[in-house]
């Protein structure tokens, strides 16, 4: 069983940044893939960010050019920039990690972007 521990999510300004982390108890390298999603109050959640073992990257439309997803195998840890945040990114950000069979996430984040 491996558990996923997100933080650095917090109160930030329209325009401003933070990076979030995910920081797994065992080797993502097992994981197929690593991702991050959202889920804002009264929405469904949502895909945000994607990175494969290859370090393959695929992002929500919503979000391309301002968040970069990353992946540090030494530290079992995957991070999401996100720049240039605005309102309607405020949501409890997840980390997911998928193993061959399965998937595990999270506790999340709150992030926070006020006008």
């Known amino acids: 069983q491996v558990q996923l521990v997100e933080s650095g999510g917090g109160l930030v300004q329209a325009g401003g940044s933070l990076r979030l982390s995910c920081a797994a108890s065992?080797?993502?390298?097992?994981?197929?893939?690593m991702a991050w999603y959202r889920q804002a109050p009264g929405k469904q959640r949502e895909f945000v960010a994607a990175?494969?073992?290859?370090?393959?990257?695929n992002y929500a439309d919503s979000v391309k050019g301002r968040f970069t997803i990353s992946r540090d195998n030494a530290k079992d840890t995957v991070y999401l920039q996100m720049n240039s945040l605005k309102p309607e990114d405020t949501a409890v950000y997840y980390c997911?990690?998928?193993?061959?069979?399965?998937?595990?996430w999270g506790q999340g984040t709150q992030v926070t972007v006020s006008s």
């Open positions: 997911k990690g998928s193993p061959p069979f399965g998937v595990y």
């Open positions: 065992g080797s993502i390298l097992r994981m197929r893939a």
């Open positions: 990175i494969t073992n290859d370090d393959i990257t």
